[in-house]
């Protein structure tokens, strides 16, 4: 090979194919490591060795950059839809979707916040009571007093009604019972209807005007309704000189009548006014003089009320009977 043949790198010699081994047709090869002679085809060539090379001569510089350029990778495309598929961008862990806060998430957070605290302050406003929040210490016992004393006269009511319908229910006694029961219930209607005179414990409530300032009917109508929640069972008002007092029932009304006087069911009455009424007087008498009450009212107004306590008192004064014209009773 000649020296401009090594240098760029042509020409090459070519191998050298094995040549099969001469001698007499037939007559098998002397040699010791000789192949044997049925494995050799003339049709497929034996195993070829590799011609040793030279190593090639140097490209010149240019040539050389060029290979390496030619021979660098391509940089590989980006998705753009897929980040992860860039190979030199950093991965990183996707964060929870439990810690990613919006605007919205923001916002509703706040609002319930807001609407949380609303709440809480209404509760706080709707349950303390300015009234009670001011009241002495006795004067809330007065008024526990009253409300323990409205219980148990509920519950004594419960109890008798129970007593009533278990003799009602019973085989011997069941109209006796009847009758017994017709006759307290016609009693007590007869009472609170004003037709029947009553006679029991209870107070002597007196209405004192003052200096030129008489007693509003208002206020009488709210000490009318502070003896009925008291638990009032009959009342009757009477007013000076003698005249003749007025049953106060249900649908009993109250006027401001001409130079302070009061008119009561049509009748006029000249104070001061007294209220006989017929009750629990300790129970009555606490819800007269609760503060802000009527007794408190009246004293604003210049005036005083007087309460006695009876120990029997008459309620004499009657209520002629009411004509019904459309109600009915239900058979």
Do not use: C
């Not at 990778?73 to 897929?82: C, G, I, K, L, N």
């Not at 219980?151 to 129970?162: C, G, H, P, S, T």
């Not at 200096?211 to 009959?234: M, N, S």
């Not at 129970?283 to 009246?298: D, N, Q, R």
Request: net charge negative.
């Amino acid at each position: 090979m000649s020296d401009e043949q090594r240098d760029t790198g042509t020409g090459w010699p070519q191998p050298a194919e094995p040549r099969r081994p001469s001698g007499p047709a037939g007559e098998p090869d002397p040699r010791p490591d000789a192949p044997d002679p049925d494995e050799l085809s003339p049709l497929v060539p034996p195993a070829q060795e590799p011609a040793r090379q030279d190593p090639p001569a140097s490209p010149p510089a240019e040539e050389a950059e060029t290979q390496r350029i030619e021979a660098e990778p391509a940089p590989a495309e980006v998705d753009p839809e897929r980040p992860e598929a860039d190979p030199d961008r950093v991965a990183v862990a996707p964060v929870p979707a439990s810690r990613r806060w919006t605007s919205a998430g923001v916002m509703i957070a706040v609002l319930l916040a807001l609407l949380g605290f609303t709440l809480v302050v209404q509760l706080k406003t709707t349950s303390t009571d300015p009234t009670l929040a001011a009241t002495r210490q006795e004067d809330l016992v007065r008024i526990f007093s009253d409300l323990d004393s409205r219980e148990k006269r509920l519950q004594q009511d419960i109890e008798a009604l129970e007593e009533s319908q278990r003799q009602l229910r019973s085989g011997e006694q069941g109209r006796q019972a009847a009758l017994d029961e017709a006759r307290r219930r016609a009693d007590e209607l007869g009472i609170l209807a004003g037709t029947l005179p009553a006679r029991g414990p209870g107070l002597s409530v007196e209405f004192q005007p003052g200096a030129g300032k008489p007693i509003r009917a208002d206020r009488i109508l709210d000490a009318v309704q502070e003896l009925r929640g008291a638990g009032a069972e009959a009342m009757q008002i009477a007013g000076s000189g003698g005249g003749s007092p007025v049953r106060i029932i249900a649908s009993t009304y109250f006027l401001d009548g001409p130079g302070g006087s009061l008119v009561v069911d049509g009748r006029s009455l000249s104070g001061p006014f007294t209220i006989t009424v017929i009750g629990d007087p300790k129970t009555m008498e606490t819800a007269l003089k609760i503060p802000g009450g009527v007794a408190a009212s009246v004293a604003g107004d210049g005036g005083t009320v007087n309460v006695d306590e009876r120990g029997v008192a008459e309620v004499s004064a009657l209520h002629a009977p009411m004509k019904l014209e459309h109600a009915r009773p239900v058979s």
